[in-house]
């Protein structure tokens, strides 16, 4: 096993003794297995070990989280083992019931909990940061009005947000380019909290929050955005989300934007995540998003945009107001849930850092539509419907 | 045959009378039909008699010609026929040999021939206009440009280059970004011109054109870019480009660049096409080149743009200039030919205006590279091998 770790600088220590290691000397950090069951459990299935072990202290990690999980990651095969690929054929059917069922399982921790940790808009979803210092609220709205300025909005266009977390798009949207929207989620406690902001922002007029599945959304919209839901939809489902689109967008004139975490190549989700963090998730590659929700949709991709590392600042800037509030987090959800959530964070971080993981942004409008603008750098105002730029 | 055009406002007139006719009075044109041959030959392979006839005046279109091609583009069915689909069956194989015959089909009529309706660079890929009234040669200039920035060359480093044309994107590399090229062609009469003309600018030490298959490319290079070239390689040799990628592409702190037509679902190409203007063609979809050369290469992409209007606007200039030369043209190309090249010309036009054809602009990295920019708005310079921008 102190093989399959290298060339991380990463030194195996086991319950009753070190192994070999002859890698840079002092090494990088300790991985302690406590008991030969993680040893063994680490060998049969790493992904979804690792996770468990560390969340109850079998497994411990010596010196810094974030380095040390990101020397583990750039050292993972390319291929992922038997075991996972067999572990996805048991992966949540996602059917409209256990979509909310797993949505709930982490949306409604509780917006006390979300609160702790989040920017003041509570905004659970890659932040983009116009330089690698900005605060996190400020690359938080500084996202917001990118996907805003992406679809070149223009007051009174209708909008249709599927998976509005506790709601900061919608709002951001309505208050900023006078648009109105529907924004969907299944997220009881998100909803709660999201109604009343629009409540107290005097938006309720112009943002409807709906407690509905993205499956059910009728009608017709002149733009349809999706910020961080693609990765719950499951891979299954990827051609549903061809059908809404097609459904819903409206064709001459119309645009959209898919902003999801999403793969190079096609690969299971981490089966510890699976179970604890994100059950019924799939991480799509941007061939599959391609594939098999844009072109069955009829639509053309006009802009992609990969911020993974705006997703890796996002996660330490996340991580370090974790580590703030840990002991009232402790208090209230056990040592094990901390952990886990540590565990969850470092290790998504480091994945984006190291490539495992990428973001996309992906614009597109109806094949027979015009793209939103003539060129990137033009002001931020949609092209009209026939060619105003021709 | 009628009711099939329907919805375009384009009347079908016979050879001996003009068909009932529904549509908006006066159409927008006339397509007129001069033998019954010429009907059933469309009815059966519609793709490839189209152009056969109107090249030899067999079928006529009496009103504007890209408006009537754009309103026929709009009324296409969305599935190409059984016969397209088969037809494909028989595509060249593009082997190192059959490669190397096709581009001559094609890129050897003559460098007279394209001096006469180019750009003053000879740039034969889509152009990028700053605004839409950009001047062709300005607008060549500025996609050159355009390709060096989102690259973020620097001084000295390494470019390979696929498909190089005459040599404008090479020598614009290395004499405004002061980078050492290799540049591939397999058309004998455009790497003439492109050497003469690096020996005219002082360049020879800077920028080798080599007369070889891309498949050929040894060494590695900071940054691989291939425009217009992807649409040569084949539907089968995908692959192939991946393992070139991965084979020359530094893993730490490369990148490259495609441009190329692309579509938003597989499709064969127009049959006409392929057996007259460019025989091995296949335009890709953007999920073929994610999933069949990225992927399989290891790379991530970073940026993708469509300039589908910005190809519709250069096919529009190159056409204004064709029909200036067009005399010319005739008397040494031939009737027959003059009207091929200007279904062609008007034909592609009207493809990317009603969206059939992309044009994309991939960026990509090495997956364990960094991105080259922290933002697409940075200044135009590579970050450092690992994180400046961290």
């Given at each position: 096993?102190?093989?399959?770790?290298?060339?991380?600088?990463?030194?195996?220590?086991l319950?009753?003794?070190?192994?070999?290691?002859?890698?840079?000397?002092?090494?990088?950090?300790?991985?302690?297995?406590?008991?030969?069951?993680?040893?063994?459990?680490?060998?049969?299935?790493?992904?979804?070990?690792?996770?468990?072990?560390?969340?109850?202290?079998?497994?411990?990690?010596?010196?810094?989280?974030?380095?040390?999980?990101?020397?583990?990651s750039?050292?993972?095969?390319?291929?992922?083992?038997?075991?996972?690929?067999?572990?996805?054929?048991?992966?949540?059917?996602?059917?409209?019931?256990?979509?909310?069922?797993?949505?709930?399982?982490?949306?409604?921790?509780?917006?006390?909990?979300?609160?702790l940790?989040?920017d003041?808009?509570?905004?659970?979803?890659?932040?983009?940061?116009?330089?690698?210092?900005?605060?996190?609220?400020?690359?938080?709205?500084?996202?917001?009005?990118?996907?805003?300025?992406?679809?070149?909005?223009?007051?009174?266009?209708?909008?249709?947000?599927?998976?509005c977390?506790?709601?900061?798009?919608?709002?951001?949207?309505?208050?900023?380019?006078?648009?109105?929207?529907?924004?969907?989620?299944?997220?009881?406690?998100?909803?709660?909290?999201?109604?009343?902001?629009a409540?107290?922002?005097?938006?309720?007029?112009?943002?409807e929050?709906?407690?509905?599945?993205?499956?059910?959304?009728?009608?017709?919209?002149?733009?349809?955005?999706?910020v961080?839901?693609?990765?719950?939809?499951?891979?299954?489902?990827?051609?549903?989300v061809?059908?809404?689109?097609?459904?819903?967008?409206?064709?001459?004139?119309?645009?959209?934007?898919?902003?999801?975490?999403?793969?190079?190549?096609?690969?299971?989700?981490?089966?510890?995540?699976?179970?604890?963090?994100?059950?019924?998730?799939?991480?799509?590659?941007l061939?599959?998003v391609?594939?098999?929700?844009?072109?069955?949709?009829?639509?053309?991709?006009?802009?992609?945009?990969n911020?993974?590392?705006?997703?890796?600042?996002t996660?330490?800037?996340?991580?370090?107001?974790?580590?703030?509030?840990?002991d009232?987090?402790?208090s209230?959800?056990?040592?094990?849930?901390?952990?886990?959530?540590?565990?969850?964070?470092?290790?998504?971080?480091?994945?984006?850092?190291?490539?495992?993981?990428?973001?996309?942004?992906?614009?597109?409008?109806?094949?027979?539509?015009?793209?939103?603008?003539?060129?990137?750098?033009?002001?931020?105002?949609?092209?009209?419907?026939?060619?105003?730029?021709?």
């Amino acid at each position: 096993m102190q093989r399959s770790l290298a060339p991380a600088p990463v030194r195996l220590v086991l319950w009753d003794k070190s192994t070999p290691y002859d890698g840079p000397d002092p090494p990088l950090g300790d991985l302690i297995l406590r008991d030969r069951a993680v040893l063994v459990g680490l060998v049969m299935n790493p992904d979804l070990w690792f996770g468990e072990a560390y969340t109850t202290r079998r497994l411990e990690i010596r010196g810094p989280l974030v380095p040390v999980l990101d020397a583990l990651s750039r050292s993972a095969a390319a291929e992922p083992s038997w075991l996972t690929r067999v572990s996805t054929l048991f992966a949540s059917p996602n059917g409209v019931r256990s979509a909310r069922r797993n949505v709930q399982h982490h949306y409604d921790l509780g917006n006390d909990f979300y609160r702790l940790w989040l920017d003041e808009d509570m905004v659970y979803t890659c932040a983009y940061f116009p330089t690698p210092d900005a605060a996190l609220d400020e690359a938080q709205r500084a996202k917001l009005d990118l996907v805003c300025r992406k679809l070149r909005l223009r007051p009174e266009e209708s909008v249709i947000e599927a998976g509005c977390g506790w709601g900061a798009l919608a709002l951001h949207m309505a208050q900023h380019y006078g648009v109105r929207v529907k924004a969907f989620n299944v997220s009881r406690e998100q909803l709660a909290l999201a109604r009343e902001r629009a409540a107290r922002e005097g938006l309720s007029n112009r943002v409807e929050f709906i407690d509905d599945d993205y499956r059910n959304v009728r009608g017709r919209f002149d733009v349809f955005v999706s910020v961080g839901m693609l990765e719950h939809v499951g891979r299954a489902h990827l051609g549903t989300v061809a059908a809404v689109l097609r459904r819903c967008l409206r064709r001459d004139g119309g645009r959209g934007l898919l902003h999801f975490i999403g793969r190079d190549a096609p690969r299971p989700v981490n089966a510890w995540i699976r179970r604890r963090i994100f059950p019924g998730s799939y991480i799509p590659t941007l061939a599959q998003v391609s594939a098999r929700i844009l072109a069955p949709a009829g639509m053309s991709v006009v802009d992609v945009e990969n911020l993974r590392l705006h997703y890796a600042r996002t996660l330490a800037l996340w991580a370090d107001r974790y580590t703030e509030a840990r002991d009232h987090v402790r208090s209230n959800l056990g040592e094990d849930f901390c952990r886990a959530w540590e565990l969850y964070l470092a290790g998504s971080e480091a994945a984006f850092r190291t490539g495992w993981l990428q973001l996309f942004q992906v614009v597109f409008t109806p094949r027979d539509s015009l793209p939103p603008y003539w060129t990137r750098d033009d002001p931020h105002q949609a092209l009209g419907a026939r060619g105003d730029a021709m």
